[in-house]
């Protein structure tokens, strides 16, 4: 039976006006990855930093290893490595100086040529951080979170403006981590990442969490099997009498999908549509949902609005 | 040029010196620190002022009237030899003087530079009047003293001092704007982001520069008038010399920062070396004392500031030591030819396409 | 303990790598003292080899027979060693042309009839002989120039007397240096010392200490090491140990220089002088935390820097004394903990420049340092950028 490792009650932060986090709870076990979800202003970064110790809840818990200690503790720290969202460092120190003055703020951990192996940053041991790409600072970042050789895993979007490669070099270090035991918090706001990585999904939106689950889970929430997807051809107004078809939602510009349990049903009703209003029609798509979908469903925008 | 490049390109760089803080300090302020400071140390307080003397005799002899007729000595007489070096230990007075009838002792307190010359000329006037009075010593040689005007006003030392504080306002304005504008801006990549605009590199140059006379200029009318108001200067300004030997004075100066960006590729560096340029001038370029006081090698050292030139051209415009016409046009001439070719040079490999 | 000295070495490595850091704290102090030794160091000794003004001469007449007495006279003072280089002109015009430039500090005329004149009064004791000397008003150099010739003029006059008369009085002066112990000289060098010395320790703890704290607070490292065990204590205090080591490492750099190169005396090791020293680190960290409080932004704390730089070194009395100057500026002075810190250092080399007494010398600079501490103890948590 996995521990439960972090348990978040009724977590709340304001500033102002504004509810940055309201109301939230949920918990992370032990092992597992939790991605939580959600688009820039969602709360996503607000409420890790809030289970990092770095920022103060307004109101409710967050409680580690079923043992009420609270983030701030000794305990906690020590077993606990973070990469932050915007990486920063010691300028004039390299990259194997820079993990060796985070190793030695803690009393257990691995050494940093593990570590410098591990994220390929052989090449750059002794340049300057100054002199790093943002993609090595994004590695460095990593790399320097697990210093101590936490048991849980702070992963601020640590893919944000890595290119592919990159981007899949920093998932096989995740998927690593996860063969190792970690247990990982992952926020992005990139559903493939999620979708590639996470084996439970927080979506956050506003501050509040507005659903949560595995791949399949959501998926199966909102109850579609297939989605069909087309664009409209020509600049002409496309009438208002073709958009009232039942399930029809708004993509972008002039992509559109619709989503139903019986595909064929469904096409043959577009085909007819189309010829009745005289409407060309391209890029007839039939795909399953996935996560932008499920996030579309929920909020009515995509997620990257 | 397109005048239409050149205006918006001009209004974007006013807007970002003035907005910028560390731009506004170092150019503004900075200079009116300096103004202050050393206008106090090196001037006085801006009028005539009898240097205080303290005196203490004892014997028949009173020597007060014949200190005070030796020169601009205000003395004050103390009734024991230990108040008077007290009022000198607490610097109530200058110097002190001791008379016995047979000879003087002089007490100072030392360390304070900008008097060394009046105690030491203090000290030989009073032992000479004292004596020649003693002795009664007839004057051979009478030596009249004859004032002499160098410019259009009968300058004080506050007019040298404050035209001083204008030379190296311009210096810092020039210098360290530069270093801005080519240094930093193409550290951050904003030279390279109007290098794929149709812009021509003169307009830039020139958009950028315009600002930095602009603020030159208002450093410098802020000088005249602070210094006007605090150290009473007699300046009688040649408004159109003026204006002439402040365009070439920052163009001049500007030449030497644009030397040290291409020296120094890192902007951070460039400006420490300017620092130091910056101190080296303030103190070997004959601006805030005179070059005699200075070792010869030294002295051939400040030859080469170019900052003693903006200097003459300064106190030229002032009217308070006028150049021959030569002397003017060549300094003008070179001062704004470097600071020209140098700006288009530099224009050139940072802003056209390798 | 392990941790903060690991976490000390590290902020020192990243600072002491940074040539800005460098250049401020060790290299333009030291040229500043290269600089003011070189300008400074002839005048303040009193040593007038070095200086010389340039003295035009117009000779109306060609000097003879008793005349020559003059000619003996301007020899002397433009040979090696005296204050002036002399040129002859033929014609008044030219010669005032060239004061007037500035190539001339000073133009002295014999006129005609001077060799009569100096017949007369030498051997007869009848009348007197009158040089003219023209000099430009307001002119530092020039007015110095003439009143150094007017002097030679007063003292050759005195000669003439003294060879004149048999029972001629000389009247003898001393020097009273209230200042300096009696059985010292004052060497600038050596006065200067504290002044280059506070100059590099202010350079330390009103730059790099405030722009260090807010830097790490803004660019987001301060963020990622609050997520370690690193206590606020520990950070602090590395803080501190790095800074108290880039003082002492400069301070060293530059005793070597003073005691090689300029050959400052054993003072500088009394005990009671270090003491002062590490009393103005304490003070002047403390005045540099207390910038960092008040400075949200770099800009802010680089424009504040700078300006409290300028101000406490001139205005504190680290290079000029500065109890002469109007009232309007001299409570400035009085109110500069360096006013008093440099002055404590001073003391205890033997000099004494500043009308203070030793209890305010220790009392002030301690009311900074409690005051600037407890500012940023208030504002501690805002500096280090906790929430």
């Given at each position: 039976?996995?521990?439960t ?85 010691f ?21 940093s040529?593990?570590?410098?192996e591990?994220?390929s ?36 979007e ?31 706001h ?10 439970r ?39 208002q009498?073709?958009?009232q ?20 049903r ?15 029609l ?22 990257r609005? | 040029?397109s ?9 974007a ?12 300090f170092?150019?503004?302020f ?12 090196f ?56 008379f ?33 009075r ?11 003293k ?6 259009r006003t ?22 360290f ?27 830039f ?15 410098i ?11 009473k ?28 960006t ?10 420490s ?15 805030y ?15 080469f ?10 106190r ?16 003008n001439?070179v ?16 802003l056209?396409?390798? | 303990?392990s ?34 030794t ?9 040593n ?39 040129r ?11 004061l ?18 100096m ?30 010739l ?20 000389d ?32 350079s ?12 790490y ?31 002492l ?9 003073a ?9 500088i ?19 540099g ?16 820097g ?12 680290l290079?000029?004394?500065v ?9 400035i ?9 440099v ?19 220790i ?25």
């Amino acid at each position: 039976m996995p521990k439960t490792v972090i348990d978040v009650r009724n977590l709340k932060k304001h500033y102002g006006e504004t509810k940055a986090v309201d109301d939230i709870s949920f918990q992370l076990m032990e092992g597992e990855v939790l991605a939580i979800l959600g688009p820039n202003g969602a709360g996503k970064t607000t409420t890790v930093e809030m289970l990092e110790g770095l920022r103060k809840p307004d109101s409710g818990a967050v409680e580690y290893f079923e043992e009420k200690l609270p983030p701030s503790s000794d305990r906690v720290k020590e077993e606990i490595g973070v990469q932050l969202q915007s990486s920063s460092f010691f300028e004039y120190l390299s990259v194997k100086e820079t993990l060796d003055l985070f190793r030695g703020l803690y009393t257990k951990g691995v050494s940093s040529d593990e570590l410098i192996e591990e994220v390929s940053l052989d090449e750059k041991k002794k340049t300057y951080t100054k002199n790093l790409s943002g993609g090595q600072l994004q590695r460095l970042a990593v790399a320097v979170s697990l210093v101590n050789d936490p048991k849980v895993v702070f992963l601020d979007e640590p893919t944000t403006g890595l290119d592919p490669q990159a981007r899949r070099m920093l998932w096989e270090t995740v998927l690593n981590l996860k063969k190792r035991q970690k247990t990982i918090i992952l926020t992005t706001h990139y559903m493939e990442e999620a979708e590639h990585l996470a084996d439970r999904i927080i979506i956050m939106d506003h501050g509040k969490i507005i659903s949560r689950g595995t791949l399949d889970e959501l998926i199966a929430s909102i109850e579609t099997e297939d989605i069909v997807s087309f664009r409209v051809k020509g600049e002409e107004e496309i009438p208002q009498e073709f958009l009232q078809m039942e399930g029809l939602k708004h993509v972008e510009n002039r992509t559109y999908a619709v989503t139903t349990k019986d595909v064929e049903r469904t096409l043959g009703r577009l085909f007819e549509r189309s010829k009745k209003f005289e409407i060309l029609l391209d890029d007839v798509t039939i795909r399953k949902p996935n996560l932008e979908d499920v996030f579309i469903t929920l909020t009515g925008r995509k997620l990257r609005d | 040029m397109s005048k239409s490049k050149l205006k918006p390109m001009f209004i974007a760089f006013a807007k970002e010196a003035f907005r910028n803080k560390l731009e506004v300090f170092f150019t503004l302020f900075f200079p009116m620190l300096f103004l202050i400071l050393f206008g106090f140390f090196f001037s006085g307080s801006g009028g005539y002022s009898k240097s205080k003397l303290g005196l203490f005799q004892s014997g028949t002899m009173d020597i007060k009237p014949i200190i005070e007729e030796s020169g601009a000595w205000s003395v004050t007489i103390y009734e024991t030899r230990d108040k008077l070096l007290e009022a000198v230990s607490g610097g109530e007075v200058l110097l002190g003087v001791t008379f016995d009838g047979t000879g003087i002792e002089y007490s100072y307190r030392e360390g304070d530079l900008s008097q060394r010359s009046t105690i030491t000329m203090a000290q030989s006037s009073i032992s000479a009047a004292v004596e020649k009075r003693i002795n009664d010593a007839k004057t051979v040689i009478v030596l009249e003293k004859i004032p002499e005007t160098a410019g259009r006003t009968t300058a004080t030392d506050a007019d040298y001092t404050m035209s001083g504080v204008i030379a190296i306002s311009i210096l810092s304005a020039g210098m360290f704007s530069v270093i801005s504008v080519f240094g930093r801006y193409r550290k951050r990549g904003v030279l390279k982001r109007f290098k794929i605009t149709p812009v021509k590199p003169m307009t830039f140059i020139l958009g950028s520069t315009l600002t930095r006379f602009l603020v030159s200029f208002v450093s410098i009318l802020l000088i005249i008038l602070v210094s006007k108001l605090l150290f009473k200067t007699t300046f009688q300004i040649d408004w159109p010399i003026f204006l002439i030997s402040v365009i070439s004075s920052t163009l001049g100066m500007m030449a030497l920062g644009l030397f040290l960006t291409l020296i120094f590729k890192n902007p951070e560096t460039a400006d420490s070396a300017a620092s130091i340029l910056m101190v080296i001038m303030i103190f070997l370029a004959g601006i805030y004392f005179p070059l005699a006081f200075l070792p010869d090698y030294l002295r051939v050292v400040s030859m080469f500031m170019p900052v003693k030139y903006v200097g003459e051209l300064m106190r030229h415009s002032l009217g308070i030591e006028l150049l021959p016409v030569m002397n003017f046009v060549l300094i003008n001439l070179v001062l704004s030819l470097c600071g020209i070719a140098l700006l288009y040079f530099t224009g050139r490999r940072y802003l056209k396409a390798s | 303990m392990s941790r903060m000295l690991k976490f000390t070495s590290g902020l020192f490595k990243n600072e002491i790598r940074e040539f800005q850091v460098m250049f401020w704290s060790f290299i333009f102090p030291l040229i500043l003292y290269f600089i003011l030794t070189s300008v400074f160091g002839g005048m303040a000794s009193g040593n007038s080899q070095g200086i010389s003004f340039n003295l035009g001469i117009v000779k109306e007449e060609n000097l003879t027979g008793f005349g020559r007495v003059l000619d003996e006279v301007l020899g002397s003072i433009s040979s090696h060693g005296g204050p002036f280089v002399q040129r002859e002109y033929g014609n008044l015009d030219e010669a005032l042309e060239d004061l007037k430039n500035g190539k001339q500090d000073i133009v002295l005329v014999i006129p005609k009839g001077t060799n009569a004149k100096m017949t007369g009064s030498l051997m007869l004791q009848v009348g007197d002989v009158p040089l003219r000397m023209h000099y430009i008003s307001g002119k530092e150099s020039s007015s110095i120039a003439a009143n150094i010739l007017g002097e030679i003029m007063n003292e050759v006059n005195l000669e003439i007397k003294k060879r004149q008369e048999e029972n001629y009085i000389d009247i003898a002066s001393t020097n009273n240096v209230v200042s300096a112990k009696q059985e010292k000289g004052f060497d600038y060098n050596e006065y200067i010392f504290p002044g280059v010395a506070l100059m590099m320790i202010l350079s330390v703890s009103l730059f790099n200490s405030p722009i260090g704290l807010i830097q790490y607070r803004v660019s987001g490292t301060n963020k990622k090491l609050y997520t370690t065990p690193l206590k606020p204590l520990e950070y602090f205090s590395a803080h501190f140990v790095k800074l108290v080591f880039t003082m002492l490492m400069s301070l060293v750099l530059l005793y070597i220089i003073a005691l090689t190169v300029y050959r400052v005396q054993g003072t500088i090791f009394d005990p009671r002088f270090i003491l002062s020293l590490i009393y103005s680190m304490l003070v002047s960290v403390s005045f540099g935390l207390m910038v960092a409080s008040f400075a949200k932004k770099l800009s802010t704390a680089t424009v504040v820097g700078q300006s409290l730089y300028q101000v406490m070194m001139f205005m504190g009395g680290l290079y000029f004394p500065v109890f002469d100057l109007p009232w309007g500026l001299r409570w400035i002075v009085y109110l500069l903990p360096t006013t008093y810190l440099v002055e404590l250092s001073r003391r205890f080399m033997g000099y004494t420049i500043a009308p203070i007494s030793m209890t305010w010398l220790i009392v002030v600079p301690l009311i900074w340092m409690i005051f600037s501490v407890s500012v940023f103890a208030l504002n501690f948590r805002k500096v280090m950028g906790y929430e």
